[in-house]
């Protein structure tokens, strides 16, 4: 059983690319520190995408919302939060909608 996390300090971040100012990627965590290691320390993905394009000093990661902006109750809630921005759906009748699809 892997341990309980604590979706109400949940984290939204982007990996942003500093030449071309581009998001490539945005995603949530309840602990960035540890998320950051786990990117940098991983061999595919989004780490393998960094190293192939010019390593981690042309990308940086970035605090996009938190908590208590950010509060929610479980993960399918973490990922409707992180989809509603993706999308840039900032009315919270929509979001409804979006975790029909994803919830």
């Given at each position: 059983?892997?341990?309980?996390?604590n979706y109400n300090k949940t984290i939204l971040y982007r990996i942003v690319d500093k030449r071309y100012n581009i998001t490539?990627?945005?995603?949530h965590t309840t602990n960035l520190y540890e998320k950051k290691k786990h990117i940098k320390r991983n061999k595919y993905g989004i780490n393998n995408?960094?190293?192939d394009n010019g390593g981690w000093n042309n990308y940086e990661i970035l605090?996009?919302?938190?908590?208590?902006?950010?509060?929610?109750?479980d993960h399918a809630e973490a990922i409707v939060f992180?989809?509603?921005k993706?999308?840039?759906?900032?009315?919270?009748?929509?979001?409804?909608?979006?975790?029909?699809?994803?919830?």
């Open positions: 059983m892997g341990r309980v996390r490539i990627y945005l995603g995408f960094v190293l605090y996009l919302e938190c908590y208590p902006n950010c509060s929610c109750k992180r989809r509603s993706e999308l840039g759906i900032p009315d919270e009748d929509n979001l409804e909608k979006i975790y029909k699809v994803y919830g």
